[in-house]
């Protein structure tokens, strides 16, 4: 049986005239609050943000299909992007106007396979550490009942952004 999803996003260049305009915690509670159209992937695979604080990030993402391997189970890419935007967003919370990241590098440990039947996941960043040029931040990513399903660990290069 073949199956069909339509995909909808807004222009990237709106909210990417954006960044750096405000701290990057007003930035992201912009973007949870609908101020701001998400990027995106975020309508690609289907995630969202859940909530924002200084140094933490939440996403949620409800598991389907398109999601899978072929093995039948949530391919470990999505897992990947859930968890770098997790740690990436964390970062973000912190950051003055002006400032921008990108991820480093990402290092994920898979734990639980996921499946449709496992239900809502969150990704849960948290950031450990920020200096001038670089942070360091961690994600994990649940189901439902807080089991850990996979963890990771992200350094992030801070640097101003380029002005227009």
């Known amino acids: 049986m073949t199956r069909t999803r339509t995909i909808t996003w807004s222009d990237p260049q709106v909210t990417t005239a954006a960044v750096g305009q405000r701290s990057g915690l007003e930035f992201v509670?912009?973007?949870?609050?609908?101020?701001?159209?998400?990027?995106?992937?975020?309508?690609?695979?289907?995630?969202?943000?859940?909530h924002a604080g200084f140094g933490s990030q939440t996403f949620m993402l409800e598991p389907g299909e398109e999601h899978y391997n072929p093995i039948g189970s949530v391919r470990g890419d999505v897992y990947a992007t859930l968890l770098d935007s997790a740690a990436g967003c964390a970062v973000q919370t912190v950051l003055p106007p002006g400032t921008g990241y990108t991820s480093l590098d990402l290092t994920v440990k898979f734990l639980h396979p996921i499946t449709v039947d496992t239900g809502k996941v969150r990704a849960v960043g948290t950031l450990i550490?920020?200096?001038?040029?670089t942070a360091l931040a961690r994600a994990e990513l649940f189901e439902g009942r807080d089991r850990l399903l996979a963890s990771a660990m992200s350094s992030c290069l801070i640097s101003p952004l380029a002005t227009h």
């Open 129 to 133: 550490n920020h200096g001038r040029r």
């Open 29 to 50: 509670q912009d973007l949870i609050a609908g101020r701001m159209p998400g990027p995106p992937l975020a309508a690609m695979l289907g995630f969202t943000l859940d």
